[in-house]
């Protein structure tokens, strides 16, 4: 028997770009992992069970999903049992439940002894969910396509951030929909800085890259981008007033991560950011910093 930690991440950036003939779309984002986890412990056992405090149906869970996957692939005729610890909020554009796919099919590879490597597990992973295959590759990198092809990418600088849920969920379904269909009619633009061209968001995600390693905050508010933030706030105007209530609080800039309904500020250290949080109390929140590697040790 043994624990995984599976870390959530935020988008530092995240352009949509199309919609694909296989009904996904594609994304350019700058993903990064953060010290928020969930825990998975992992024994034999002669059958696939997954056992978790969340709502989700068995089959429904990301978790059994990826072990069941695993299991027709490798051909085992074996069985685990799973414990899902959750930590990381469901449907906040953090990442968990894509996250924890992952650290199931490490895990039970491991349990197993498939000897698969990463890029087959990623391959499988690809077939869960678009965010599954970055978590193969933490703490950060460039995410194209459908989330399939990765470049991993190495800041060396840890940030702090304030982490702020509010109190609903956001279906990633719906608001790929949504900004498809806004799209369609003319509606949506990227807000502050109009970003056209695939070479001009490349740039702006270097860009991202340089100003973290550089410690350059200041400027970094100018260029993050989530094209999910306008149409979301529309439905959801309380995300528009947190990201708000974050830069009074002393956040240096505020971005929604993935389609949401997360928000996070980031401060220049760890006690005004712990000061900032107690703004927030009648919210969901967590501390966090950015990650530079990723332990899977409990």
């Not at 995600?205 to 970094?220: E, F, T, Y």
């Not at 528009?240 to 500020?265: D, I, N, P, W, Y």
Request: charged fraction near 20%; proline fraction near 3%.
């Amino acid at each position: 028997m043994f624990t995984l930690k599976a870390p959530a991440k935020i988008n530092w950036s995240l352009f949509v770009l199309n919609e694909r003939v296989d009904g996904y779309h594609n994304i350019l984002s700058l993903m990064h992992c953060i010290g928020l986890y969930d825990r998975l412990t992992f024994d034999h056992s002669e059958s696939i069970e997954v056992i978790t405090d969340d709502d989700i149906q068995t089959e429904e869970n990301l978790v059994f999903k990826a072990a069941v996957m695993l299991k027709k692939h490798a051909g085992a005729n074996k069985g685990a049992r799973i414990v899902l610890q959750k930590d990381i909020p469901m449907q906040a554009g953090l990442g968990g439940g894509s996250s924890d796919a992952a650290c199931t099919l490490k895990g039970l590879n491991r349990l197993w002894d498939l000897r698969l490597d990463t890029a087959q597990l990623q391959r499988l992973g690809s077939e869960l969910g678009s965010d599954v295959p970055f978590f193969f590759h933490c703490p950060l990198a460039l995410v194209e396509g459908k989330g399939e092809h990765l470049t991993p990418l190495n800041i060396g600088v840890p940030y702090t951030l304030l982490l702020i849920k509010p109190p609903f969920s956001i279906s990633t379904a719906w608001a790929y929909r949504k900004l498809m269909s806004q799209r369609a009619d003319g509606g949506v633009t990227h807000e502050g800085m109009e970003l056209t061209k695939m070479t001009d968001k490349i740039d702006n995600i270097n860009l991202i890259c340089r100003m973290l390693k550089a410690g350059d905050v200041s400027s970094l508010k100018l260029v993050i981008q989530n094209d999910f933030e306008s149409i979301t706030k529309e439905t959801y105007p309380l995300i528009g007033r947190l990201k708000g209530e974050l830069l009074e609080a002393g956040a240096h800039l505020s971005l929604m991560t993935g389609s949401g309904s997360a928000v996070f500020g980031l401060f220049s250290n760890k006690g005004k950011a712990m000061e900032a949080a107690t703004h927030f109390s009648d919210y969901w929140n967590r501390v966090v910093d950015t990650l530079d590697t990723v332990s899977h040790v409990p």
